[in-house]
């Protein structure tokens, strides 16, 4: 019998022991070592904790209403706010994808999963720059900024060449919804076009 035939016959016969098994792949004979860098292992460890961390504050960016969900529209600034245009097929599509549990809202695992298999690459050094400086506005971190948070900041720093209707212009640009402060990802949009 060749060789390939018997270890197929040996892998569907329910009743072959694990004598023949071992015999068979000559597993008493040559145990098998596996080596691993230990340092290798805490630091890709790390790093997957570092990225769910990041997932998780963008998570609470996008989560307007703090439910602990993203709901569709939620879902569409987020990807509208990484340059990614979408149509309402295209959204529909994605968001059945990441709801994995289908019950209409995406949880911060469902999110975390969908982000760590797919590839959206934003570079580190952009995210964490946006992400600071829209902290650094949000005096209250109420995840959204409002005139007088920037205000506080421009007297906090001195800045006097920013002006009143400097103040006014960025609002009117940025607050797109026009509800008198800027959201994360109506910040991430006038970032984009800085």
């Known amino acids: 019998m060749s ?4 270890r197929n016959s ?13 015999k068979y792949f000559d597993l008493q004979r040559t145990p098998q070592k596996f080596k691993f860098d230990e340092e290798e292992v805490k630091k890709d460890a790390l790093e997957e904790l570092e990225i769910e961390k990041e997932i998780r504050e963008v998570f609470k960016l996008y989560d307007y209403d703090n439910s602990g969900t993203i ?19 295209e959204l529909e599509d994605l968001f059945e994808t990441v709801d994995r549990d289908h019950n209409g809202a995406i949880s911060i695992d469902e999110f975390i999963f969908y982000l760590k298999t797919k590839v959206y690459y934003i570079p580190q050094k952009e995210v964490d720059e946006v992400i600071n400086c829209f902290k650094a506005f949000d005096t209250d971190n109420d995840m959204k900024i409002t005139k007088k948070e920037l205000e506080n900041i421009f007297k906090k720093f001195d800045l006097k060449k920013i002006s009143q209707e400097d103040i006014d212009m960025f609002f009117d640009v940025c607050d797109k919804d026009g509800d008198g402060s800027v959201s994360y990802a109506e910040f991430v949009d006038m970032w984009k076009i800085r």
């Open 3 to 6: 060789g390939l035939i018997k």
């Open 71 to 89: 709901t569709k529209d939620e879902l569409a600034k987020f990807i509208v706010s990484i340059g990614k245009p979408i149509n309402n097929e």
């Open 10 to 22: 040996l892998l569907r016969n329910p009743s072959a022991t694990q004598e023949e098994m071992d």
